[in-house]
């Protein structure tokens, strides 16, 4: 790649890996690892030349479970150490409440009152940690939530004590002043047989139970909604217009099987380009998270070339998007559709009784309207040479002026990223997200 390269990922862009990540060896339900592990400071070091923007974590990926406080310390100040040598931050941690025995049945809705302790007491202990490294998010994945055998637990019992266990953690976010902004991130089975909160709407809802609704959003993940067949842009596009995309997990995942975590836009580069384009015409500006991991057929080599794929998939993405919402035909389609049916009647803006009365009267053709196709099949075959590289009508902008992504007749409508020496713009991002952002990359730049 040279400096010119329009699809070289730049802080800007907001991407981040987890340690979790480009640190799978490999190793599935059918075979031990494959791939050496990796030490935190390296991979904060070779994250950071590929061009992401920061690295997230377990508590148990930067410091496994067990270790000796003084070990504890000597990890933590390396990684610290690799941080402010290469300027990337820690936007979002999070907790393996899933991985060890004693949460074979759940963490915060286990039976035993002792794994719930011991579940909190995890969490509070990586809440220190986070806030002393900057991360303004954090995330529940609540791997071992669910169940196999319904006659065990109540699935209402087991929903009352996740409330608890997060509002008792939202409280400790107070009292301790670390102003976390909390993210549930839903998903539907794997580990579990079915786990709890299965999607991004069961999440949003359950959000509207809490005791702080307005501390939380969620972060959903492209393989979680996709492995049960669901339409994850329409998720994404619930939570951004209920103001609760606080993060994302982007990947990749075929309906039906099991939890691949690929390269994102590796299975399904047409599903990806409609969640980029949600996110873009959105103008949502919060990390860009890749849970996902290299496959197993890879050595290290295969684990930066999945890392920077990721990175640049989003990158072309976004630049198809641009032209595809700079098209003039494309555009001229849409037009007309939400020119359709402008001669009315239309629904009233609000309700009166007079309106409704005259809305009950008004004349509607019914047959002439039904009779008008909607000109899909052609919108829909744009897309594909858009995303096929076929499609040449950005030809004049950029004789214009030059190829790349900054350039094309929709640049002016494009909302201005954000830059590293500024402030995160807003977006439709909570707040409080916001200022933990820009909180973020001031811990990053002063360390
Ligand atoms: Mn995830």
């Not at 070990?71 to 820690?90: N, W």
């Not at 684990?303 to 794929?309: L, P, Q, R, Y």
């Amino acid at each position: 790649m040279t400096e010119s390269d329009p699809y070289r990922p730049t802080r800007d862009d907001h991407f981040t890996f987890g340690l979790w990540t480009v640190g799978n060896r490999g190793r599935d339900p059918f075979g031990v690892e494959a791939r050496p592990a990796l030490d935190a400071p390296y991979i904060v070091e070779k994250l950071s030349e590929l061009g992401a923007w920061g690295v997230n974590f377990h508590d148990d990926d930067l410091v496994p479970f067990g270790t000796a406080s003084q070990e504890r310390v000597r990890i933590i100040a390396a990684f610290k150490h690799a941080l402010a040598d290469t300027g990337m931050v820690v936007p979002m941690v999070t907790t393996n409440l899933f991985g060890h025995p004693i949460f074979r049945d759940g963490a915060f809705t286990s039976h035993d009152p002792r794994v719930r302790a011991f579940a909190l007491q995890k969490v509070m202990r990586n809440m220190d940690l986070g806030a002393e490294l900057g991360a303004g998010i954090y995330v529940f994945w609540g791997g071992r939530e669910g169940s196999e055998v319904d006659a065990g637990k109540s699935p209402i019992e087991a929903l009352k004590r996740m409330r608890e266990a997060l509002n008792f953690l939202y409280a400790y976010n107070l009292d301790q002043g670390y102003g976390y902004t909390f993210a549930l991130e839903p998903k539907p089975n794997e580990p579990r047989g079915d786990i709890y909160l299965p999607t991004v709407g069961h999440a949003l809802a359950f959000i509207a139970t809490l005791d702080h609704p307005e501390g939380y959003g969620v972060n959903p993940e492209v393989a979680h909604e996709r492995m049960s067949g669901l339409n994850f842009s329409h998720g994404v596009a619930q939570a951004l217009d209920a103001g609760k995309l606080v993060h994302i997990d982007l990947n990749d995942q075929q309906p039906g099987r099991y939890d691949q975590d690929f390269r994102f836009g590796q299975a399904d580069p047409r599903a990806a380009f409609f969640l980029v384009k949600v996110l873009e015409d959105a103008g949502y500006t919060g990390p860009k998270h890749y849970d996902a991991h290299a496959l197993r057929t890879e050595d290290e080599e295969g684990v930066w070339a999945f890392a920077a794929g990721c990175m640049r998939t989003y990158k072309i993405l976004q630049d198809k998007v641009r032209r595809f919402n700079a098209d003039p035909e494309i555009r001229a389609a849409l037009e007309r559709l939400d020119s359709r049916g402008s001669q009315g009647p239309t629904p009233p803006a609000s309700y009166t009784r007079a309106g409704a009365e005259a809305l009950k009267g008004a004349s509607v053709d019914v047959d002439a309207i039904a009779a008008q196709g909607l000109g899909y099949e052609r919108l829909d075959q744009l897309t594909t040479e858009i995303l096929l590289g076929a499609r040449r009508v950005c030809a004049r902008a950029e004789a214009r002026d030059g190829p790349g992504p900054t350039t094309g007749d929709d640049a002016r409508q494009r909302r201005p990223r954000p830059r590293r020496s500024m402030r995160v713009s807003s977006g439709r991002l909570p707040p409080l997200l916001v200022a933990l952002i820009a909180r973020s990359v001031e811990v990053a730049a002063t360390e």
